[in-house]
């Protein structure tokens, strides 16, 4: 079976300041993973996905994540945070045999003036 | 272009009512999702229809059902409501549901059991 984990509940950066939401997987085969950042009474918005090639993508809004194989990662970071960044981000997964996206428990991101 | 739609937006019933959510995905999108987004157990995949097919469907009790007709757009049932299914259900759409199409998001239905 498939699963995400988002081990940080709540993270705080400054803004100005560089910023990670971290992720882990599991999944049998190769992954497909994404993140997703969820504004207050929004649905989800796509922020950029790896699925094969360069281990650092790059996506919307200046956010980037790195894909590291061999500690099962996709860690989502970007330079320089701003205000406007606080949400709730989530990361899942997509397995092919099991053809559907599982995501992590969120992770609430609160960027300080 | 249009992103996805759901109809309506909050909705309040009652136990053991029925109640139908409706999704209208991105003009050309096949394939449509369904997810349930409560505080306790995060987002949860309950079903995925293309081609007006019901193509994978996770872990919810037959209660939960859906359909997708011949343009796209797709409604879920949920029938005898249960104070348990009060929660954001989020509808999503992708070209063909393969993993190299992400999937898009509609603001969500806010179903509130009573």
């Known amino acids: 079976a498939q699963s995400v984990a988002q081990p940080e509940d709540q993270v705080n950066v400054a803004e100005g300041n560089p910023l990670t939401v971290k992720c882990t997987y599991s999944?049998?085969?190769?992954?497909?993973l994404f993140w997703y950042v969820q504004y207050p009474n929004r649905g989800l918005q796509f922020l950029l996905k790896?699925?094969?090639?360069?281990?650092l993508v790059k996506g919307s809004y200046g956010f980037e994540a790195e894909f590291n194989k061999s500690q099962t990662s996709f860690h989502l970071k970007k330079p320089s945070a701003l205000v406007s960044d606080s949400a709730l981000y989530f990361c899942?997964?997509?397995?092919?045999?099991?053809?559907?996206?599982?995501f992590g428990s969120g992770t609430q991101l609160t960027v300080l003036p | 272009k249009a992103g996805v739609t759901q109809t309506p937006r909050y909705l309040i019933k009652t136990r053991g009512q029925q109640v139908t959510l409706s999704c209208s995905p991105i003009?050309?999108?096949?394939?449509v999702s369904w997810y349930q987004q409560t505080p306790g157990q995060g987002l949860q995949f309950l079903f995925e229809?293309?081609?007006?097919?019901?193509?994978n469907k996770g872990n919810f009790p037959g209660r939960f059902s859906g359909r997708q007709f011949s343009n796209s757009r797709s409604e879920m049932n949920v029938s005898t409501l249960e104070l348990g299914d009060s929660a954001l259900y989020l509808c999503?759409?992708?070209?063909?549901?393969?993993?190299?199409?992400?999937?898009?998001f509609g603001p969500g239905t806010r179903l509130t059991v009573t």
């Open positions: 003009s050309g999108h096949r394939s």
């Open positions: 790896y699925i094969t090639g360069d281990n």
């Open positions: 899942a997964v997509f397995s092919g045999s099991a053809r559907q996206l599982t």
């Open positions: 229809y293309f081609s007006e097919t019901q193509r």
């Open positions: 999944v049998s085969g190769n992954p497909y």
């Open positions: 999503a759409s992708s070209f063909s549901g393969a993993p190299s199409y992400e999937q898009y």
